[in-house]
């Protein structure tokens, strides 16, 4: 590959990388529990608590809860865990030799690296596994979707990768990270310095080249897809969840404020003017008194509104015939927890979701458990079309390397993770006659057995071993006739 026909992908790549960057970005956050909600706020408390400093208060008298609610993660750790909680049992049709070496290429890791795979594509909408030689065996690891570019020819509409360009980031002589980029095709990969667009040398066995050949002859990076369109779950939910934690953290608010009571002086008036006088406080916040007692006042000019006032300083000024009233707040909890019921059933809903709390409990038949992850299920089944492709294109890239053929027919059994009524599965099972379901399936099936082939084997050898004693019994027993 000529460096011209490089820094053109890398070009491209990087429109690419800038748009994976927000996505990315946001859905990790909120899978962190960082809502937006933590850096707006649930109201305009910024503007209240400036409106405090200008006035000499403490601006921490003005409730400013910011409560980030995690239903993102709740949601991408139930589509991960019921999914893909265990890897799926990949077996070669025809051959139990392929079907062992797959399973060693892939390696004892690759249920960590199918959940991780998983975590990331949900979060941002698609995911990377890159594969390479390491000790002679096959070793993977999982990319983010703004580390990597894949290009294909326009004229192929098979979609095959012709190139693909992946980032990552590496210290400066000043600390500063800094861009660098692998440039790969189907016949090698080149490196190259981002701030420099120039060649770089990588220290590879023991010596420094600017490019390596690419050993597989084909690109060594498989896309794994959230879903057709590569788009995030978050952006199903996101703004319920926005609105979920603003009722929240208001909520939060209020119980804060209310602890301070409102006071209505009449026959001092100052609402309508510019300038509003306010009590004059020590260090420590108190009020300071003349003299004669009476409360020394300032004039202070009127940055914010009137129920900005009121919130920040905790009373209001009224023309009329003297006194003081008491206004006691309301706080409409019936309508902020009929909100919440609202915005959390249809969080699961949009979301795709169980909802651990449905309306009816108890004993649970396994109908009725499998309508309650019906939503789950869908969203879990088209995740896992996209991985199916993805993952058949793995097996290949293992049997390729240990020089097997490719043209094989490749099966995937996945299982689910979810309560089940192991009695009812079991009469079932009982109640299915051989010339339906064969033995080897009831025992795939059955709720206590993991290995329905180290089954076999054991049931084999027991069958055999009861064979011979009844042999031994029954020549024992003809010796003693005779």
């Not at 698609?126 to 096959?138: D, I, N, P, S, V």
């Not at 057709?228 to 009722?247: M, Q």
């Not at 004039?299 to 905790?314: F, H, M, R, S, T």
């Not at 902020?336 to 249809?346: I, P």
Request: net charge negative.
């Amino acid at each position: 590959m000529e460096l011209t026909e490089a820094l053109k992908y890398i070009e491209k790549a990087q429109r690419q990388f800038s748009a994976w960057d927000a996505k990315v970005e946001t859905g990790e956050r909120y899978y962190n529990n960082e809502g937006d909600i933590v850096k707006t706020g649930a109201a305009m408390v910024d503007a209240v608590n400036g409106y405090l400093k200008n006035m000499g208060q403490n601006p921490l008298r003005s409730a400013d809860n910011r409560i980030s609610c995690n239903w993102h993660e709740i949601l991408t750790v139930q589509k991960t865990a019921y999914g893909y909680t265990w890897a799926p049992v990949i077996t070669i049709a025809g051959s139990e030799e392929l079907t062992n070496l797959v399973a060693e290429g892939l390696g004892d890791g690759f249920q960590t690296t199918l959940s991780r795979l998983c975590t990331y594509a949900t979060n941002a909408g698609t995911a990377w596994l890159q594969y390479w030689e390491g000790e002679g065996k096959l070793k993977m690891t999982v990319h983010r979707a703004n580390q990597c570019a894949a290009f294909t020819s326009p004229m192929d509409i098979s979609g095959k990768k012709i190139a693909l360009v992946r980032k990552y980031l590496l210290e400066n002589k000043d600390g500063e990270q800094k861009p660098h980029y692998e440039v790969w095709d189907d016949n090698e990969v080149v490196f190259i310095n981002g701030e420099t667009n120039r060649p770089e040398k990588i220290r590879m066995g023991g010596q420094e080249t600017e490019r390596l050949p690419n050993p597989f002859g084909r690109i060594p990076f498989i896309e794994f897809k959230n879903n057709e369109r590569r788009s995030s779950d978050l952006n199903k939910y996101k703004a319920l969840i926005d609105c979920y934690d603003k009722i929240v953290s208001g909520f939060a608010n209020d119980l804060d404020d209310i602890q301070e009571i409102i006071l209505v002086l009449k026959g001092l008036t100052g609402e309508n003017e510019s300038a509003i006088a306010t009590p004059e406080r020590d260090s420590s916040g108190n009020i300071l008194y003349d003299e004669d007692g009476e409360i020394i006042y300032k004039e202070v000019q009127k940055p914010v509104g009137l129920l900005q006032q009121i919130k920040a300083q905790k009373y209001l000024t009224v023309d009329g015939e003297g006194g003081v009233d008491k206004i006691a707040l309301d706080i409409p909890v019936e309508a902020r927890k009929t909100a919440l019921e609202l915005l959390q059933e249809q969080i699961y809903i949009a979301g795709m979701g169980v909802n651990p709390n449905p309306e009816r409990t108890g004993q649970a038949t396994g109908a009725y458990v499998d309508h309650m992850y019906h939503l789950l299920e869908l969203k879990t089944g088209l995740m896992e079309t996209e991985f199916r492709e993805a993952i058949n294109e793995l097996v290949r890239a293992v049997l390729s390397f240990y020089g097997k053929k490719e043209d094989v027919k490749i099966v995937q059994s996945w299982t689910r993770n979810k309560p089940k009524d192991a009695n009812e599965i079991v009469d079932r099972l009982n109640a299915t006659p051989e010339t339906v379901m064969s033995s080897y399936t009831k025992r795939r099936l059955h709720p206590d057995i993991d290995d329905p082939q180290a089954e076999d084997k054991l049931i084999a050898r027991e069958q055999k071993e009861l064979a011979a004693n009844l042999l031994d019994s029954f020549a024992a027993g003809q010796n003693q006739e005779g």
